[in-house]
Every structure is written in structure tokens, then in C-alpha cells.
């Protein structure tokens, strides 16, 4: 599978800004989907994630409340919706699919991944 994330750009603190997720493929409804971000000099870290029924998401604590995951099958599309961002917000954020559920929070765990969008949040 192929994904492609977009939807980032430059936003100020208190803003709201959604990223996208397309994936290719017929078999998208059958993958987990979770969203990552590296800021510069950082590891890559779990921002949210949502499992392939939609049923169960996951946040990072940094983001509950401010963040929400939901993914729309037919569309093939997982999305990011970010709200109240903070400077401490920008990064490259990816996006990736998970096809065994052993960890939705693991990065390593994840089959697929997009090539990323950068958010910027100035203060």
C-alpha cells in the first residue's frame, strides 16, 4: 500500500490545521492507522493512532484533548485534526499502516508509511 500525507503547512499557536492520510489500494478498511511525528533533532514519536474498525483510538498524552484521529473508509483517507496547536507542535508528521496490531504506539510495528507533511506553528 501506498500513503500519502497532506495538509500541513504554516499555522499560528491557538490554530487549527487537519492532515490527511490517502492510501492506495483495496484493502485499506482492514489496516490500522496510526500518525507519528519527528521534530528536528528528535526521535520520531506516536501521536495517535485508530484501529481498522474505527472503534478504538489512541492518543499520546501530549496531544488528548487538542488532537483527533478518524479515518473514513470509502474515501480511503485516515485524517489528523489539529486543534489549540503550540509551537512545540511542529514536526514532520507521518502517517502509517499497521497490519497485526501488536503495537499501535510502536513505530517499528507499522508496515507502511507516507513520505510526511511538515507543520509549523509559530508563537
Known amino acids: 500500500v501506498q500513503l500519502q500525507a497532506s495538509g500541513g503547512g504554516l499555522v499560528q499557536a491557538g490554530g487549527s490545521l487537519r492532515l490527511s492520510c490517502a492510501a492506495s489500494g483495496r484493502t485499506f478498511s482492514t489496516y490500522n492507522m496510526g500518525w507519528f511525528r519527528q521534530a528536528p533533532g528528535k526521535e520520531r514519536e506516536f501521536v495517535a493512532a485508530?484501529?481498522?474498525?474505527?472503534?478504538?483510538?489512541y492518543y499520546e498524552d501530549f496531544v488528548k484533548g487538542r488532537f483527533t484521529i478518524s479515518r473514513d473508509n470509502a474515501k480511503n483517507t485516515v485524517y489528523l485534526q489539529m486543534n489549540s496547536v503550540k509551537p512545540e507542535d511542529t514536526a514532520v508528521y507521518y502517517c502509517?499502516?499497521?497490519?497485526?496490531?501488536?503495537?499501535?504506539?510502536?513505530?517499528?510495528?507499522?508496515?507502511?508509511w507516507g513520505q510526511g507533511t511538515l507543520v509549523t506553528v509559530s508563537s
Open positions: 502509517a499502516a499497521d497490519t497485526t496490531s501488536r503495537g499501535l504506539r510502536r513505530a517499528r510495528e507499522y508496515d507502511y
Open positions: 485508530m484501529t481498522w474498525s474505527g472503534i478504538s483510538t
